[in-house]
């Protein structure tokens, strides 16, 4: 059980962030708080772990700050300015050579991670607000969700794109990418979830996406959709007060991660085993959850404010 027996703080990472303006790194296994860093001026919006571990981004207003976790300092180390509006959604390319954000100005940009000069060599421009920007597995293609309903498949390499609108009159809020690669869902601000068989996508050929499945993941807003490691299973959280983790042989519904007073689940994370997962909510609480019985294993008090953002990285993700 990787949550259980691993409490060597630098192969098990879990950060958090919300609208307290402080990120918080702590212990998985005893639920306690290691350390806060400062986040002033913004809630965070987004986090997510460097590859190699070394870093953490948080995106925020018109900012993605960079935090060194080997280092006690409790201020940013690097500070990625000049983006207009809210930063909605981070990542990494594997090796850590670049980095991907996406925007409330429309945009989605690369950012090289070699530089010294913070550079955005690339750009993507969409017709909307940015919600969210998921990268394929084969490091070549980022899928796009916006505002307006639309989705974009963008080959980085060569510029091409093209667009897929599952339902126009709604929002897209989340988009995942199953491990492999085979599988791509996207939630909406109505609270269904879509399902695509992605196929080819290797070399120079586009991913093809075919409409798979669709259904009502949630009855208010769908916030977020994440598969787990081993590809079996689909976590959606939403607006309801629920996370709810869907058997991706069927979709059936498997567990419904739900609380009283728990408010809006605004984050979802699994372990690497796929056996337990970590939820973020607006009560101020971050969660761990057992997959298999549904039952609560921890809370993570500490936050002033709802927590919307959480990272989680383990040993056993390289």
């Known amino acids: 059980m990787t949550i259980e027996n691993n409490t060597d703080n630098d192969q098990v990472i879990l950060a958090t962030g919300g609208y307290d303006h402080t990120i918080k790194l702590w212990h998985t296994h005893k639920g306690i708080c290691l350390r806060t860093m400062q986040h002033a001026e913004s809630q965070v919006n987004a986090l997510e772990i460097t590859p190699n571990r ?52 429309g945009r989605v940009r690369i950012w090289d991670l070699r530089s ?110 994440k598969f787990s490691p081993d590809s079996q299973l689909l976590i959606t959280t939403s607006a309801d007060q629920t996370a709810r983790i869907w058997s991706t042989s069927d979709y059936s519904l498997i567990q419904e991660l739900k609380q009283e007073n728990q408010r809006w689940v605004w984050d979802a994370a699994f372990s690497s085993d796929s056996q337990y997962v970590f939820t973020a909510s607006s009560d101020n609480f971050a969660k761990l959850w057992n997959v ?13 404010k709802a927590v919307t953002a959480l990272a989680f990285r383990d040993a056993s993700i390289e």
């Not at 948080?58 to 180390?77: F, V």
């Not at 298999?292 to 809370?299: A, C, D, F, I, S």
Request: proline share 5%; glycine share 8%.
């Open 116 to 225: 010294t000069s913070l550079q955005c060599p690339k750009s993507f421009e969409g017709l909307a607000p940015v919600t969210c920007v998921r990268l394929h597995p084969n490091q070549g293609e980022l899928f796009i969700g916006d505002q307006s309903g639309n989705i974009y498949r963008w080959e980085i390499r060569t510029d091409n794109n093209e667009q897929l609108i599952p339902d126009g009159n709604s929002m897209i809020l989340d988009i995942a990418i199953d491990p492999i690669g085979a599988h791509m869902a996207a939630v909406n601000s109505k609270g269904k979830c879509y399902i695509w068989s992605l196929s080819n996508g290797i070399g120079d050929e586009p991913t093809k996406m075919t409409p798979k499945h669709k259904f009502d993941a949630h009855k208010r807003q769908a916030l977020k959709c």
């Open 54 to 105: 070394q870093l953490l981004a948080a995106a925020s207003y018109q900012h993605i700050r960079m935090y060194d976790l080997q280092s006690s300092n409790p201020n940013a180390a690097t500070d990625y300015e000049s983006v207009p509006k809210n930063v909605t959604s981070i990542g990494f390319q594997e090796d850590g050579k670049w980095m991907y954000s996406g925007g409330e100005d």
């Open 292 to 304: 298999k019985t549904g039952t609560l294993e921890r809370e993570y008090a500490g936050h002033q």
